[in-house]
């Protein structure tokens, strides 16, 4: 086991990791919310207005779904200095010490990298299989149209499983803080890409598409239909969907039905208190 340092604070690289998250991450998500309103893949329902184009019937307008979406990000903004970087820093440094020293360096790096991006998938995956966890991964897919702002949008009981879950992980296969936080800021990166409405041109699109998450891909993932809500797992890359059988053969469509089948979207608190309702 290694020593019982676990403030992230204490290691150096750690302190420019989080300088560069804090800065490196706004800066993208800001650009894409911009991006995507001047370059629109999908128009949104006009505020006020009943949309009668497949996106749902959010009669809130999309600024409200938006600031709905801030609110509930606002709510795990306070988690991660709080919970979610102490557990996954105490995991770091009492993990189990048994990686080779091969195992370091820039190819460690790149190794872990891909292991996590191996497991999220996995941990997606049963966040839609077990229906624990389903309770609280369904608030993110409630939203009724895809913008950067999905991204953000979870409930803080799935941000503290997740924390948990990957603390886990961090502790059994010896992960070092170092590559978490790494990873953490290419989640972010990626998430706010194939979420966001921004249209790209269909040959750069597909290009991209044969090695990471598009957000070609990812809306079908969004569809209010439960065999593609079900399907494209994929976080980061796009080759483990179907190297594991769950890549949708269904293609994009703009007109969609964008949410959860059978269900309405609802409002901030009625979100919160949604996983710990009886389902209906």
Request: proline residues 7%; contains cysteine; aromatic residues 12%.
């Amino acid at each position: 086991m290694t020593g019982p340092a676990i403030s992230p604070a204490m290691i150096p690289e750690t302190d420019v990791l989080l300088v560069w998250k804090a800065i490196l991450v706004p800066l993208w998500i800001g650009a894409f919310f911009v991006l995507e309103r001047l370059r629109p893949a999908a128009v949104p329902p006009a505020n006020g207005q009943p949309e009668a184009s497949g996106f749902g019937e959010d009669r809130l307008g999309p600024w409200r779904r938006v600031g709905r979406n801030l609110l509930l990000w606002l709510f795990n903004v306070g988690l991660s200095p709080l919970i979610v970087l102490p557990v996954t820093a105490a995991a770091s440094a009492y993990a189990l010490d048994w990686r080779p020293a091969a195992w370091s360096g820039w190819g460690g790096l790149l190794l872990d990298l891909l292991l996590l991006d191996f497991l999220i998938y996995w941990w997606h995956r049963a966040n839609h299989v077990v229906p624990f966890l389903w309770r609280f991964h369904e608030v993110h897919h409630l939203d009724r149209f895809l913008d950067t702002t999905s991204s953000l949008r979870f409930h803080f009981g799935e941000v503290l499983l997740s924390a948990l879950a990957r603390g886990g992980v961090v502790f059994l296969l010896g992960i070092p803080f170092t590559s978490v936080l790494v990873f953490e800021v290419l989640v972010l990166l990626s998430a706010s890409f194939h979420h966001s409405n921004l249209r790209l041109p269909a040959g750069l699109e597909r290009g991209l598409s044969r090695l990471v998450i598009t957000p070609a891909i990812h809306w079908v993932h969004h569809h209010a239909v439960r065999c593609d809500t079900d399907s494209n797992y994929g976080t980061i890359f796009s080759f483990w969907d179907p190297l594991f059988g769950s890549r949708s053969p269904v293609a994009r469509d703009l007109n969609m039905e964008i949410g959860v089948e059978g269900r309405a979207e609802e409002g901030v608190f009625g979100l919160l208190l949604k996983p710990f309702r009886p389902s209906a």
